[in-house]
């Protein structure tokens, strides 16, 4: 780093330990920051940064956490330079995990489709897993060292189409647990979000995925007031369903 593409990065990395460290190490990110830093982060610019070619779990995981470094490297540039307001700094995070979850679930949905089948609702229609992000998720509002607040749903009880068929729920657990991997495993990387799936019904003690009929029958019989008012700000994060089956799912729930 004798030369930076920009005099202000030195002011930004004099205040940032985190991005001079990062920089250092990470020299290839410096030429891509430079190329992008003066304005904000987009979605159509993350999805961009993730490609679906890489098949194993590590190559996926590197890439996940590469676009981290890239948008966090992004985010303070601009935030110690003075060109990032408060409102910039928590959308940019918001779409940082907005893209990653969305790939990491697609990604590790088509890989359990070719073995398992998709799973079918009982009109022999697709499903998809439908995450709800939470709290400051959920709000936008996430900042530079938050977690990310899941529930993760699905439509219609039933069974995958494959040859080795088995049930929704059983498909859809170990999806979950894929991207929850994908996202908070601690690697040489590091790791994408820190992941927090205790707002789910029942918490830690409830099933990790559940149907919109476990999700109906638990709030008109168990649900408590605090679980109610933390759905607020329930979102449910932008994937690869069609607008169609969107409006239909958001009025279920």
Known sequence: MDK???PR???ALAHSRYLANLLATQPALIPELAAVWTAPLTAE??????TPAATDDDAIKAQLRRLRQLTM???????LCGLAPLAEVVESMTLLADATTNFALDHYHRLLAATY????DKAGRPQRLLIIGMGKLGGRELNVSSDVDYIFVYPEEGDTAGPKSIENYDFFTRLGKRVISALGE??????????DMRLRPNGDSGPLVCCFEMLENYFLMQGREWERYAWIKARLLPGNVTEKCREKW???L
């Open 186 to 195: 601690i690697t040489a990387d590091g790791q994408v979000f820190r992941v």
């Open 45 to 50: 610019q993350l999805a961009a940064g993730l």
């Open 250 to 252: 958001l009025v279920e």
């Open 9 to 11: 990065w030195q002011s």
């Open 117 to 120: 089948g998709e799973p079918l």
């Open 73 to 79: 490297a992004h985010i303070a540039l601009r935030d």
């Open 4 to 6: 930076l593409p920009d």
